[in-house]
Nanobody, 116 residues
């Protein structure tokens, strides 16, 4: 059974750092893209960062230079290092996994709260 499990969220002061992790398991087809989305209260879910084929990255303009996405292919795990956090980064962060046959999987989400 496919599972996508996030961890690493929490409460941090503005200017601080957090590292999110997402582990995918039980997915039969090759994973092409792993990424992070976020959804703040009253807002639509938005792409934060994605990593395709282990090399091509895509970041939201609002996080460029502050967030870094990386992946451990052997563990099917993707990380999001978040530095210089701002209150506007407060949201539920979701891990997203895409496979070569077009299947999509989502994690349950992890809360990130940045206090001012």
């Amino acid at each position: 059974q496919a599972q996508v499990v996030e961890s690493g969220g929490g409460l941090v002061q503005a200017g601080g750092s957090l590292r999110l992790s997402c582990a995918a398991s039980g997915i039969l087809f090759r994973i092409t893209t792993m990424g992070w989305y976020r959804q703040a209260p009253g807002k639509q879910r938005e792409l934060v960062a994605a990593l395709t084929s282990g090399v091509r990255t895509n970041y939201a303009d609002s996080v460029k230079g502050r967030f870094t996405i990386s992946r451990d292919n052997a563990k099917n795990t993707v990380y999001l290092q978040m530095n210089s956090l701002k209150p506007e980064d407060t949201a539920v962060y979701y891990c997203n996994v895409l496979t070569v046959n077009g299947r999509e999987y989502w994690g349950q989400g992890t809360q990130v709260t940045v206090s001012s």
